[in-house]
């Protein structure tokens, strides 16, 4: 079955990995021709390839599915219920990260163990469990290969990239194939921004050293995950392969896909909330109420003790791409729940000159200069804002009185070495821009 598995990999352009520590440069090639797009051309997903060659790559196998309410088809049906029944897929478990496989649970939370009542398969529940767990759940199901198809968003702190990490590690000590299935990064995937991980200040917001605004895509990141940090927590790397999409390019955002937006949490309701998110939920390490509570979450922005001043100060620096609206709003869950909160509403209105990391650090120097009762949120760290940014330079700095110039100069070294890394794990051309 192996030769033949190769084989079907090589005559579509799916990417493997199972000896070595990344993907190869000839399936690299392939995958960045067959995702060559015309104008207007709709982005095939991971999965409609894999569905459209009728399952060849995992036929014969018991196969489980890592997912949530995004892994849909274009008519929005759920992956799993098509796959179970096509009847082509011996589909024996599911496994539901953050929110759960099909998403009733708030942030936070999970859905725990169950029978998924619509296809019969049984759920387990990843959140939370060290990969040492979830291997132990992968032998539980006698699974032979784990699809992983979730709706990236971006931004390193999103926990679902972890949970693929976690993931790829317990399937590389069960001695289990792990396959990707791709979809669009919904924010572009031109460049990496922002802050890069330190170590010790790992967590699940930030297991590995990549930047905060990765711009890649979850098969991406896989590749990366499996050449530089998977076989130091599991004493090898897993046996990958990625199924690419075709027709997508690194400049498109997901509008321009061509697919269906579907929320992959609850506090992401737009693509626009995808756009800010990697620099505005540096606020949720502030006493600021990030929008949580809100139908503009991360998006809006403010506290009670903050007035018109805030949007004011922003306004005059004519920041690229972003408008500013002086707002208020009164959140219903979380950070000053039922307390009206003066603050402002962002407006990116131009997506390629928007730096949604650089325009949050200006956002948090500039409330820290108008209004002194700003502070960070303290957390076992001791401090959660080097958590989300990866170390202690981006809190220093701003309370040391450093300009924004000053605070992104602060982490382009490491910037600089995550960007070459990156590069080598890159499966589609970049476009127009």
Not at 66 to 86: C, F, Y
Not at 184 to 190: E, F, L, Q, R, Y
Not at 416 to 433: C, P, Q, S
Request: aromatic letters at 10%; proline letters at 5%; glycine letters at 10%.
């Amino acid at each position: 079955m192996g030769l033949d598995r190769r084989g079907f990999l090589r005559s579509t352009g799916v990417a493997t990995g199972a000896a070595a520590v990344s993907t190869t440069a000839a399936v690299a090639g392939a995958a960045r021709a067959t995702s060559a797009s015309g104008g207007g051309q709709r982005v095939l997903t991971g999965f409609e390839v894999l569905h459209r060659d009728g399952y060849r790559l995992v036929s014969g196998e018991r196969v489980g599915l890592i997912s949530n309410p995004t892994g849909i088809v274009p008519d929005l049906r759920h992956e799993i219920d098509v796959m179970v029944a096509s009847g082509q897929v011996d589909l024996v478990a599911a496994f539901g990260p953050e929110h759960g496989f099909r998403g009733s649970a708030d942030a936070g939370g999970s859905e725990g163990d169950y029978v998924d009542p619509r296809t019969g398969v049984a759920v387990y529940d990843t959140y939370g469990k060290t990969a040492a767990q979830i291997a132990a759940y992968f032998r539980a199901a006698q699974v032979d290969t784990v699809l992983f198809d979730i709706q990236d968003v971006g931004a390193r702190f999103y926990t679902y990239i972890w949970t693929m990490y976690d993931c790829m590690v317990a399937a590389a000590q069960a001695d289990v194939r792990f396959v990707v299935l791709d979809r669009p990064n919904p924010i572009s995937g031109v460049a990496a921004h922002g802050p890069v991980m330190h170590p010790e200040h790992a967590s699940f917001v930030g297991r590995k050293a990549i930047s905060q605004q990765h711009g890649m895509t979850v098969a991406e990141l896989a590749g990366l995950f499996n050449a530089e940090f998977v076989p130091a927590d599991a004493g090898g790397p897993v046996e990958l392969d990625v199924v690419p999409m075709r027709g997508w390019r690194r400049d498109r955002f997901h509008e321009e896909t061509g697919q269906p937006f579907v929320m992959p949490s609850p506090n992401m309701p737009r693509v626009e909330t995808a756009v800010v998110y990697p620099g505005t939920c540096l606020f949720e390490a502030t006493n600021l109420s990030e929008g949580r509570g809100t139908t503009r979450p991360f998006e809006l922005i403010g506290a009670p003790y903050l007035d018109h001043v805030w949007a004011d100060a922003l306004r005059e620096q004519d920041l690229p791409g972003v408008q500013f609206r002086e707002a208020y709003f009164t959140p219903s869950t979380s950070k000053h729940q039922g307390a009206l909160c003066a603050g402002l509403q962002l407006h990116v209105t131009d997506r390629e000159d928007f730096d949604a990391i650089r325009t949050a650090i200006a956002m948090i120097i500039t409330a820290k200069q108008v209004a002194p009762e700003f502070a960070w949120r303290e957390s076992q760290a001791p401090f959660w804002i080097d958590r989300l940014t990866g170390s202690e330079q981006v809190r220093h700095d701003i309370d040391a009185g450093a300009g924004v110039d000053e605070v992104v100069a602060g982490w382009q070294g490491d910037l600089r070495a995550f960007r070459r890394v990156r590069d080598r794990h890159l499966l589609y051309r970049t476009g127009r821009r």
